[in-house]
T-cell receptor, first 112, second 109 residues
Framework: ETGVTQSPTHLIKTRGQQVTLRCSSQ?????VSWYQQALGQGPQFIFQ???????GRGNFPPRFSGLQFPNYSSELNVNALELDDSALYLC???????????FGPGTRLLVL | RKEVEQDPGPFNVPEGATVAFNCTYS??????FFWYRQDCRKEPKLLMS???SGNEDGRFTAQLNRASQYISLLIRDSKLSDSATYLC??????????FGAGTRLAVHP
């Protein structure tokens, strides 16, 4: 196991709602990256947090936002949920912003 | 054109077979590549990094061909437990991983 944990494991929401997903990075890791994986696709990079600052962002709208806390755990917030937001949300932690990433088990979000 | 492309498969092979997957990338300046394995409804797990000189780990061999801009994964003596989706990834800016859509492998008795 990678030591990266995510909560909740599954979530069902309706369109327009807001959701917060959580990630605890592996001990000693100061970088967390978030990815969205739609069914049948590879993970798509949402953003990365390094030492509590956003350190890069993929092609996702502003309603996708995040935070990283002093203990390097992280949250992904999605506002105004859309049906297409249904996906597996993965966080990956790494010991530095340029190091190998290790994935958590993911949160499966279903938007109805 | 997608940044990273893979043949989705599925590749159906018998136990003991040798199977190879290729993955093409579009950014000629890319330096780092990886193969991840993903079981159904699970997270991707790092299988191996891909170095310019190639990389071997037991039955698995990864190669990088910069001239043709592709990486490959060779699996020898396939096991039933090798059945999974294999994702290739390129390291982009900000250390983000750019993934292909994955290649499905099914190993049958």
């Amino acid at each position: 196991e990678t030591g990266v944990t995510q909560s909740p494991t599954h979530l069902i929401k309706t369109r327009g709602q807001q959701v917060t997903l959580r990630c605890s990075s592996q001990s000693g890791h100061n970088t967390v990256s978030w990815y969205q994986q739609a069914l049948g696709q590879g993970p798509q990079f949402i953003f990365q947090y390094y030492r509590e600052e956003e350190n890069g962002r993929g092609n996702f709208p502003p309603r996708f936002s995040g935070l990283q806390f002093p203990n390097y755990s992280s949250e992904l917030n999605v506002n105004a949920l859309e049906l297409d937001d249904s996906a597996l949300y993965l966080c990956a932690s790494s010991p530095g912003s340029q190091e190998t990433q290790y994935f958590g088990p993911g949160t499966r979000l279903l938007v109805l | 054109r997608k940044e990273v492309e893979q043949d989705p498969g599925p590749f159906n092979v018998p136990e003991g077979a040798t199977v190879a997957f290729n993955c093409t990338y579009s950014n000629s300046a890319s330096q780092s590549f990886f193969w991840y394995r993903q079981d159904c409804r699970k997270e991707p797990k790092l299988l191996m990094s891909v170095y310019s000189s190639g990389n071997e780990d037991g039955r698995f061999t990864a190669q990088l061909n910069r001239a043709s801009q592709y990486i490959s994964l060779l699996i020898r003596d396939s096991k039933l437990s090798d059945s999974a989706t294999y994702l290739c990834a390129e390291k982009g800016g900000y250390n983000k991983l750019i993934f292909g859509a994955g290649t499905r492998l099914a190993v049958h008795p």
